[in-house]
């Protein structure tokens, strides 16, 4: 597409005024690359809620609302619930405005087709954001294995614990979405909180050629069950494996600004071992990223550790480019596709009893 920055401030607006905005809203703030012209939300609570620190921001009740106004915008920051985002996009990329959007992008091919084409007919761009990859610690770990320092990559492991108890509240609203998504087979440790385990895999080792997994349940209350334990595996094409394994603890308290998730990643090369030990939640309070060579063990105490920082950074990302083309911009939607294509390999070969899939390979489109 023909994207040509703006020499003055983007103008923006944030559709969807809910829990993630909390995090979101970090990339606008004392931003001279954005200026922050319309908020839009059916929730007038939650308009008159945000609009306290956008006083000169215009709200609206939907993004039809807004673009039938005198309201010039250029880009959208759309924090929607997960299954508003295909129409939802479709929509704000007819108005003209290019759109950040938050994972997980969608959940079939058949609709991210939808809103690539889109793109491609309104000459718009469409990120979808992924956060994990302006999280300090991982950007020092994947900094790591790029400089050799471990010797050659032998493989890696990623650890997710969903925990029930601990970090901020979480309106009934949000979960209202998990439990729809739950039953379209799109399950939020898997597909959800998980879209952002198989970005990092993609995002630190490059293109999956072979997926294995087992998919689990557990049901905690009627027709609650959750997507796990779940065990997945892949090799990439490079041939690192990776593996990654998901478990819950309902009635383990998690310390957590934010949501209650355990997690952890681990590459082992020939000479030593690198390891994230935490990211949404503080489960392991010991310094972020621990390098392990030649029998030293190296602590990194002086990252930007907290999760929420990685909002703040991914938004700033974007905003910057939309404003002077700084880039490479990270990630555009094609890379996304890419991770919904990993996902649904998992699911493909948990169905089919744990066989290798390709990811090339998968679709549900007619
Ligand atoms: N990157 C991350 O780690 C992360 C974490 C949490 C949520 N998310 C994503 O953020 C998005 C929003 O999640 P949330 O937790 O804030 O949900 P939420 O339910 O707290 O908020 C959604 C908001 O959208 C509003 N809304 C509903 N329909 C709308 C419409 N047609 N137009 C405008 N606004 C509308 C709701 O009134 C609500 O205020 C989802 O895509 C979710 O997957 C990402």
């Given amino acids: 597409m023909s994207f040509v920055p703006y020499d003055r401030p983007v103008r923006a607006a944030i559709v969807g005024l809910g829990r993630i905005y909390d995090l979101n809203v ?134 997710m614990v969903g925990s029930g108890r601990g970090g901020w509240e979480v309106p009934i609203s949000s979960y209202q979405v998990q439990f729809e998504q739950m039953k379209r087979g799109r399950g939020i440790l898997v597909f959800d909180d998980g879209w952002h385990k198989l970005a990092t895999a993609l995002w630190l080792f490059g293109p999956v050629r072979e997926v294995r997994a087992w998919i689990g349940e557990t049901e905690l209350g009627p027709g609650v069950a959750l997507d796990a334990p779940t065990t997945i595996a892949w090799e990439h094409a490079n041939g690192v494996r990776g593996v990654w394994d998901i478990t819950i603890a309902p009635d383990l308290y998690l310390r957590s600004d934010y949501y209650t998730n355990d997690e952890r990643w681990e590459v082992t090369g020939t000479k030593g071992f690198a390891r994230v030990n935490r990211c949404t939640g503080r489960g392991v309070q010991q310094p972020s990223l621990e390098v392990y060579v030649d029998g030293e063990l190296r602590a990194f105490h002086a990252l930007d550790d907290d999760w929420a920082s990685s909002f703040r950074d991914s938004g700033r990302h974007w905003l910057r480019w939309l404003h002077t083309g700084e880039g490479p911009m990270w990630w555009r939607a094609a890379e996304a596709v890419d991770v919904l294509r990993f996902a649904l390999a998992a699911y493909a070969s948990s169905e089919a009893g744990g066989i290798g899939v390709d990811p090339a390979t998968v679709d549900d489109r007619d």
């Fill in 26 to 159: 970090r990339a606008y703030r004392d931003n001279s690359d954005v200026d922050v012209v319309a908020l839009v939300d059916p929730s007038e609570e939650r308009r008159a809620q945000r609009q306290a620190e956008w006083p000169a921001a215009r709200t609206f009740a939907t993004a039809a609302d807004l673009a039938a106004s005198d309201v010039e915008v250029d880009a959208v920051e759309a924090l929607l619930p997960i299954p508003l985002h295909v129409d939802g996009v479709v929509e704000m990329l007819g108005c003209g405005w290019h759109v950040n959007l938050q994972k997980p992008m969608c959940n079939d091919l058949a609709g991210a087709q939808r809103m690539l084409d889109a793109a491609a007919a309104n000459d718009r761009v469409l990120r979808v954001m992924e956060n994990y990859l302006f999280y300090e610690p991982l950007r020092k770990l994947k900094e790591t294995v790029e400089s050799g320092a471990l010797g050659r990559v032998s493989g890696y492991h990623m650890k």
